[in-house]
């Protein structure tokens, strides 16, 4: 079992920044994958971007240049970055966990809400 642990949210203006941070804890497998997806009101949940055990990113076209993904193994935490938001990012970020035995956990989402 692994727990999924959110912070960072909030309200900011557009044009403005904010981090997120997803903690993870209990049965951790070192080859893991992690990343960051959304669901804005009215639509499917997206990929926003992805980071593996070994660092590899990718990033979806509309948050690609604005967005950056990292995170620290020692404290099996992953990181957000977000600059430049818009008006369009508003949406529950959540944070996603899997491994190559199938096994997928999510974090219960935070809200991220821009607008002046």
């Known amino acids: 079992q692994v727990q999924l642990v959110e912070s960072g949210g909030g309200l900011v203006q557009p044009g403005g920044s904010l981090r997120l941070s997803c903690a993870a804890s209990g049965n951790i497998y070192g080859r893991n994958n992690m990343g960051w997806y959304r669901q804005a009101p009215g639509k499917e949940r997206e990929l926003v971007a992805t980071?593996?055990?070994?660092?590899?990113?990718n990033y979806a076209d509309s948050v690609k240049d604005r967005f950056t993904i990292s995170r620290d193994s020692s404290k099996n935490t992953m990181y957000l970055q977000m600059n430049g938001l818009k008006p369009e990012d508003t949406a529950v970020y959540y944070c996603?966990?899997?491994?190559?035995?199938?096994?997928?956990?999510w974090g219960q989402g935070t809200q991220v809400t821009v607008s002046s």
């Open positions: 980071i593996s055990n070994f660092g590899a990113t």
């Open positions: 996603k966990y899997w491994t190559s035995f199938i096994s997928v956990y």
